[in-house]
């Protein structure tokens, strides 16, 4: 056989044009592949221009054939010249490219220059090609992506060689289809060898066609018997040849393996080769630490993939780009189905469409083989069209969906997979994207997935030219919450930060910045509350998971619902919701996760999570079952410091069962602490299915209050401290400490004369006085900015010292502060206040813009304590967080001001 490779990997010469305007440029080295910006810091967020050169002697025995030079993918525009002279462009960033160079060698030495075009968005630079109308996915959130990033190679072939190997396998019947497509016509008789070899490596089907002269295509067909599924539980690999032989002499073959994997859905479920099929993924970007785009191994990719596996997931949502094909290569392997996107555009004209359709079909012959794509996204949350507003977008994406599904029938499609306000118009699957933070909009998370479950008239168009079945599997395909990664994990082999720690800043007001994260841990006084920068790590991690806990819980109760696909499975640069960190390091829960993860979750509710003594606790129970068998009957165990255990029935497959409400009398306790009850789902041979737990705050009975008097200047709150069992005080000027809701003249006077208070805003508004005017501390509402944490996580504490010691757990504000959540802030305390004064605070993403929850401060004579903990929206009692919480704020209030300094002044004596 004639076919041959010369790898043109590794090093090559380097120019970076800029604007294209100097051809006098630097000259350096680059490694292909791995994108310029991976390569430089200078150009780690640039484009433009770059030209790349590299010299090969081409071997003489080579040059009675055809020489093709091979490109896996270049971003964006490649000019590809050899020995001076254009051979061809391409445009698309995606896709892999070749030419053929033989014409163009000079005895045998190929003289190798590519230019490389990465566009800005300036039309007089790009004018046929801006930015906006290239696919370009999520470079336009975490920087631009240029150059050669994915393999580079020569091959000698025959001129007539096989170019493209489409296989189409049908589980239920074992057929097999390879379609095969040639460089051109076949230029004589051609006998076609096909051999198709099992997941063991025996070959199961061989089959011999005579193709015909001329040629262009053709399809060859064979049979495997009893074949074996592909599924993630068993990722049975085929091997399928195609040999052409001439005068009994191979000269050219080409392979690709494939799977037998059938994907559909019936009656709003999903299923999996027959079987029902619940679908637990994740979002993935698919960067990479040093190298962004190209990945750094083989080994790394199925290092993540393991990883993603022992999560307990079974998919992962490729994001609306094309991956390097050793991506699928390793979920093929290893078993993670992929739903895989097409690349985005900025917005949609003609030439942009265009692109976007190439693309597509590029990607299907590309990747089609692959049994892990099961599903395609044409768009994604309405990014680069307008159906919101523009009919003839959305006439166009029913168009493509549909010429998608004719093109690839063995796959299910997306329209757009959207955030609100946009819809589908079109689509397999009726998925949708929604974040909100846990515990602070659990009330939004739960009426989100019940809206979802009874199919919200939000899924499909509202205009009239929806095509809905309303029988779509629904799916949440996008959800997540922070939880930051440790710093020192991500350096360098060198122990330098991240080049992308210093990017994000121009996200949501700055939240995203990682750079001085550190710094910023110390400056505002968090060692004071964690007590190690480790320990604030590790305390985010585990609110991450509490986050998804409670959601993924959520969705699971409801039998309506068929999946989700959590975002995501590793950070990106500055987004920190990753299960894993950017160098795929696992966060704290990892070892855990998979309980809540698993086709088989056992799921608990509680509608609060703290208590008194000897109140019943009680949890309504269902066993959520995603797996393609049903489950035989079985028992559940519920453990803790009272015990019981109860039968399971059979619960059949993508069913979700109800056990009612089991019953606790919680005991009497002295001293307030965090209480597990876990639950164990068990077969019938003992073997443990399914585990979960709950955690709840349990509190001494409430010791009467101290001897204080107390008034508000709000009659119903005058009320309320009566019902706390407070003594009522006659007036302002006869209280130990007042109480109230509105920051007034009176209560500044009260205060600066000596008076000690307790200020509980409802409202936005300044805390001028008890602040300095130049300060302008104020209370301002959350909704509506970065404070409500719903995508870029907040992180709020408690620090457990002094009155606040009652309050068990922290010093993360969790799941048992869930009826006094703060809806407002307290903005511009400076660092002096965070010292000791801020006891309970919030801060954004990677500790940025901190405000507080609970400030004292002395002013005048007086005393006050701030807080905008909700702590009287229930009957007084009710919740033992919220009196804790209450009797806490009350004794700081009422503390006496330091009377002896700590350090004694020095004496000053006359001269």
């Given at each position: 056989m004639n076919k041959a490779r010369i790898s043109l990997d590794g090093m090559w010469e380097f120019q970076y044009l800029g604007g294209g305007a100097s051809a006098r440029a630097e000259r350096r080295s680059i490694v292909v592949p791995s994108p310029w910006q991976a390569q430089f810091p200078d150009l780690s967020m640039r484009g433009g221009v770059g030209v790349y050169r590299r010299s090969v002697d081409v071997p003489a025995d080579w040059l009675s054939q055809r020489i093709f030079v091979h490109f896996g993918a270049v971003f964006h525009i490649a000019h590809v010249f050899v020995n001076g002279a254009l051979v061809g462009s391409h445009v698309g960033g995606f896709l892999p490219f070749y030419f053929d160079i033989t014409d163009r060698l000079v005895e045998g030495r190929a003289e190798i220059e590519v230019r490389v075009e990465s566009p800005t968005d300036d039309p007089a630079e790009f004018p046929h090609t801006p930015?906006?109308?290239?696919?370009?996915g999520k470079q336009s959130w975490y920087g631009p992506l240029s150059g050669i990033w994915q393999s580079v190679y020569l091959e000698r072939n025959i001129p007539d060689r096989?170019?493209?190997?489409?296989?189409?396998?049908?589980?239920?019947?074992?057929?097999?289809?390879?379609?095969?497509?040639?460089?051109?016509?076949?230029?004589?008789?051609?006998?076609?060898?096909?051999?198709?070899?099992?997941?063991?490596?025996?070959?199961?089907?061989?089959?011999?066609?005579?193709?015909?002269?001329?040629?262009?295509?053709?399809?060859?067909?064979?049979?495997?018997?009893?074949?074996?599924?592909?599924?993630?539980?068993?990722?049975?690999?085929?091997?399928?040849?195609?040999?052409?032989?001439?005068?009994?002499?191979?000269?050219?073959?080409?392979?690709?393996?494939?799977?037998?994997?059938?994907?559909?859905?019936?009656?709003?479920?999903?299923?999996?080769?027959?079987?029902?099929?619940?679908?637990?993924?994740?979002?993935?970007?698919?960067?990479?630490?040093d190298t962004i785009c190209t990945p750094p191994s083989l080994a790394f990719i199925e290092d993540r993939f393991r990883k993603a596996k022992a999560l307990g997931l079974n998919a992962l949502r490729c994001h609306i780009k094309a991956p390097d094909p050793r991506y699928y290569e390793a979920a093929d392997r290893l078993g993670l189905l992929v739903w895989a996107e097409l690349p985005n555009g900025g917005y949609s004209t003609e030439r942009s469409r265009e692109r976007k359709e190439t693309t597509l079909k590029g990607i299907i012959d590309r990747d089609g083989n692959h049994p892990s794509i099961f599903c395609w996204t044409l768009i994604n949350e309405n990014w680069g069209v307008d159906l919101v507003h523009d009919a003839k977008h959305r006439a166009w994406l029913r168009r493509l969906y549909l010429w998608l599904?004719?093109?690839?029938?063995?796959?299910?499609?997306?329209?757009?997979?959207?955030?609100?306000?946009?819809?589908?118009?079109?689509?397999?699957?009726?998925?949708?994207?929604?974040?909100?933070?846990?515990?602070?909009?659990?009330?939004?998370?739960?009426?989100?997935?019940?809206?979802?479950?009874?199919?919200?008239?939000?899924?499909?168009?509202?205009?009239?030219?929806?095509?809905?079945?309303?029988?779509?599997?629904?799916?949440?395909?996008?959800?997540?919450?922070?939880?930051?990664?440790?710093?020192?994990k991500l350096n360098d082999a060198l122990g330098r930060e991240p080049w992308w720690f210093e990017t994000g800043h121009d996200w949501g007001e700055g939240v995203m910045y990682p750079h001085g994260v550190l710094n910023r841990f110390h400056d505002w006084s968090l060692d004071r509350v964690f007590g190690s920068f480790e320990g604030f790590i590790e305390a985010t991690q585990w609110q991450q998971f509490r986050a998804l806990k409670y959601e993924i819980e959520a969705m699971r109760r409801r039998a309506e619902i068929s999946g989700y696909v959590i975002t995501e499975l590793t950070d990106c640069h500055w987004e920190s919701n990753g299960l894993l960190d950017m160098r795929s390091n696992t966060r704290a829960f990892h070892d855990v996760f998979h309980t809540i993860n698993a086709d088989t979750v056992i799921v608990p509710r509680i509608e609060r999570a703290a208590f008194w003594s000897g109140e019943t606790l009680q949890v309504p129970v269902r066993i959520a079952h995603g797996g393609s068998d049903a489950l035989d009957p079985g028992t559940l165990e519920i453990l803790s410091d009272w015990s019981q255990t109860m039968p399971t029935p059979r619960i059949e497959a993508g069913t979700v069962a109800d056990m009612g409400v089991i019953s606790f009398e919680l005991p009497q306790v002295d001293k307030s602490s965090m209480r597990r009850v876990s639950f164990h789902l068990r077969a019938a041979n003992g073997e443990i299915i399914a585990s979960n737990d709950i955690e709840v705050a349990l509190h001494p009975a409430r010791a009467t209050p101290p001897a204080l008097s107390l008034w508000s200047p709000e009659p119903d709150v005058r009320v309320r401290l009566q019902a706390f069992g407070y003594r009522l005080a006659t007036g302002m000027n006869d209280a130990d400490v007042v109480v109230a809701l509105r920051n007034t003249s009176d209560l500044a006077d009260h205060v600066r004369t000596g008076g000690r208070a307790v200020l509980l805003p409802e409202d936005e508004g300044t805390l001028t006085p008890f602040f300095p005017h130049w300060q302008n501390v104020k209370v301002v509402a959350r909704d509506g900015t970065l404070w409500r944490g719903d995508w870029a996580s907040s992180f709020a504490w408690l620090r457990r010292r002094g009155p606040f010691r009652g309050l068990p757990g922290g010093p993360m504000i969790d799941q048992t502060f869930d009826r006094v959540i703060p809806t407002h802030?307290?903005?511009?305390?400076?660092?002096?206040?965070?010292?000791?004064?801020?006891?309970?605070?919030?801060?954004?993403?990677?500790?940025?813009?901190?405000?507080?929850?609970?400030?004292?401060?002395?002013?005048?004579?007086?005393?006050?304590?701030?807080?905008?903990?909700?702590?009287?929206?229930?009957?007084?009692?009710?919740?033992?967080?919220?009196?804790?919480?209450?009797?806490?704020?009350?004794?700081?209030?009422?503390?006496?001001?330091?009377?002896?300094?700590?350090?004694?002044?020095?004496?000053?004596?006359?001269?």
């Open positions: 930015f906006a109308e290239m696919p370009f096989l170019t493209c190997l489409r296989v189409r396998a049908d589980l239920d019947s074992g057929d097999i289809a390879a379609l095969l497509q040639y460089e051109r016509a076949l230029c004589a008789r051609t006998e076609a060898l096909l051999e198709v070899f099992g997941p063991q490596g025996e070959c199961v089907a061989s089959t011999k066609t005579e193709l015909a002269c001329g040629a262009e295509h053709t399809t060859l067909r064979a049979q495997a018997p009893n074949p074996q599924a592909w599924s993630p539980d068993a990722p049975n690999l085929y091997r399928l040849r195609v040999q052409l032989m001439r005068d009994g002499m191979k000269i050219d073959e080409k392979e690709t393996t494939f799977g037998f994997r059938k994907i559909e859905t019936r009656d709003g479920k999903l299923y999996l080769n027959d079987k029902p099929f619940y679908l637990r993924a994740a979002l993935d970007q698919d960067y990479y630490p599904k004719a093109y690839d029938p063995t796959r299910l499609v997306v329209d757009n997979s959207p955030l609100a306000p946009s819809f589908h118009v079109q689509s397999d699957l009726a998925d949708y994207h929604f974040y909100a933070a846990i515990p602070d909009s659990r009330h939004d998370w739960d009426r989100f997935v019940d809206a979802l479950a009874d199919r919200g008239d939000w899924l499909f168009s509202p205009e009239g030219d929806a095509v809905t079945t309303g029988k779509e599997p629904l799916l949440c395909s996008e959800f997540g919450n922070w939880g930051l990664p440790d710093p020192e802030v307290i903005s511009g305390c400076n660092l002096l206040d965070f010292h000791a004064r801020v006891h309970a605070a919030l801060a954004v993403g990677w500790i940025h813009k901190p405000v507080g929850l609970a400030v004292e401060r002395f002013y005048g004579e007086g005393h006050i304590v701030i807080s905008t903990f909700r702590l009287l929206r229930d009957p007084a009692g009710v919740d033992p967080t919220a009196t804790v919480l209450f009797d806490a704020l009350v004794a700081m209030a009422a503390k006496q001001t330091e009377t002896t300094p700590a350090v004694e002044p020095t004496k000053l004596e006359s001269a």
